[in-house]
Structures are given as C-alpha cells and as structure tokens.
C-alpha cells in the first residue's frame, strides 16, 4: 500500500532555515506527482507546492514562493521542500502527499517562533 513518511520538521526562528524530507514505499514514485499541504493551527488545509515527475516542473504557492524550494530524488523515492526565511506563518503541520496515488502522510509540525 501507499506509504509516506514525513521527517525533518522542528522550531526555528524567524529567518531560519529547515529541509523537510518525505520517503515514500508502495507505489511507483518516479510516475507520480509529489504534494506538499499544510495546516495551521485552526485553519484549513492549504496547498504549499507541487513536483511533477520532470523535477524541472514545480509549482508554489504565491505565500512561500522565493522561499521555498521543492525538489525530489526518484532513485531514493523522496521528495524535499527546503524552506528558507521562515516566518512564523509558517508555522504548521506539514503533510507530504501523492494525490492521484491515493496517499498521505502523517504530517511533520514546524513552529516558527522566536
């Protein structure tokens, strides 16, 4: 079965840096576009980024693009978001996904604070 496994997250402070990794099992990976969501405290799910099997294909969200960077090894079945100049929007649990593959990983929390 589709199985993804989130790591990475923790607390930084404004300006930080932090690189959410996501190895996933169960699935072809490399055929399969790879999902980064959120979701902060009391708000609702929001979609962060997208890679689509050509790694040069990504997409962003217009809060963190310039700021984050997606990005996957297909020979290691994961997928990365580094995130830069963090601030404390950005604060919340961070969910790998492969949509159209059925799966969803159990979420990473990030806490952006000072």
């Known amino acids: 079965q589709v199985q993804l496994v989130e790591s990475g997250g923790g607390l930084a402070q404004p300006g930080g840096s932090l690189r959410l990794s996501c190895t996933a099992s169960?699935?072809?990976?490399?055929?399969?576009?790879m999902t980064w969501a959120r979701q902060a405290p009391g708000k609702g799910l929001e979609w962060v980024s997208a890679?689509?099997?050509?790694?040069?294909?990504?997409y962003y969200a217009d809060s963190v693009k310039g700021r984050f960077t997606i990005s996957r090894d297909n020979a290691k079945n994961t997928v990365y978001l580094q995130m830069n100049s963090l601030k404390p929007e950005d604060t919340a649990l961070y969910y790998c996904?492969?949509?159209?593959?059925?799966?969803w990983g159990q979420g990473t929390q990030v806490t952006v604070s000072s």
């Open positions: 169960g699935f072809a990976f490399s055929s399969y576009r």
């Open positions: 890679i689509y099997s050509d790694v040069s294909d990504t």
């Open positions: 996904a492969a949509i159209t593959a059925g799966g």
